[in-house]
């Protein structure tokens, strides 16, 4: 039987990525998927992005690839490009071949396997996949807290009656594998579990494997210091 083998966010921390693979030894058959943000931030994010699509690794969108692709977008308009890169996002961008570009704008906001959703921020119960609005769709790559009406809270804005979006989940949209919030550790709720535990700042990169009904953790330290 395939695995379903789910990498957290990744940021150009190839190195690490490598170690983990090699630790999870994929096979042939499994599934291999990223929960977005592959690129930015780490030292080697064009090398990333090459081998992911080398190894036939699929993704979600993250919102750093969203960046770019809107950026790339604004680019073919002739009026002033309202998105403004960082040295390290021009740097990716200049080295961006047009398989890679297609790649990055190929990239679906979720995938499912079965009951498993995967997504880069998060979502609210009354989020429909299969039907969202141009709103919901930003959310997702976004969520990270709401208020206790279950209102998206603007990253910053936090505070002490903020809510942390998969608290709340009630697993209608699936058993959620997500990145985006980094964290120590895997956040592991009853619906939904985190995988962001934060490689590119110098924690670990995480990855939950699927196999069966069971699953399995599976981490590296980040080399990152
Ligand atoms: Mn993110």
Redesign the pocket.
């Known amino acids: 039987m395939n695995r379903l083998i789910i990498y957290g966010?990744i940021h150009g921390c190839y190195n690490e990525l490598i170690s983990l693979r090699k630790k999870i030894n994929p096979q042939k058959d499994d599934i291999e998927v990223c929960v977005?943000?592959i690129i930015t931030r780490g030292k080697d994010s064009v090398k990333t992005l090459r081998y992911i699509q080398e190894h036939n690794i699929k993704s979600v969108l993250?919102?750093?690839e969203d960046k770019i692709i809107r950026y790339l977008q604004y680019e073919k308009q002739a009026s002033k490009n309202p998105i403004i890169l960082d040295e390290d996002e021009q740097n990716i961008v200049n080295n961006l071949n047009s398989k890679d570009i297609d790649f990055l704008m190929s990239l679906p906001l979720f995938m499912k396997y079965e009951n498993i959703t995967i997504l880069?921020?998060g979502l609210k119960n009354s989020c429909d996949l299969d039907n969202l609005t141009k709103n919901e769709k930003s959310k997702i790559?976004r969520m990270r807290y709401l208020d206790k009406n279950q209102n998206f809270i603007t990253f910053g804005k936090e505070d002490n009656n903020s809510i942390f979006w998969a608290d709340l989940y009630d697993g209608n949209q699936g058993f959620v594998i997500y990145?985006?919030q980094w964290l120590l550790e895997a956040k592991i709720d009853k619906f939904a579990i985190g995988i962001?535990t934060g490689c590119v700042y110098g924690n670990k990169l995480s990855a939950v494997v699927f196999d069966q009904a069971e699953y399995k953790l599976y981490e590296v330290e980040s080399k990152v210091n």
């Open positions: 966010d977005g943000d993250g919102n750093h880069h921020g790559l990145g985006h962001d």
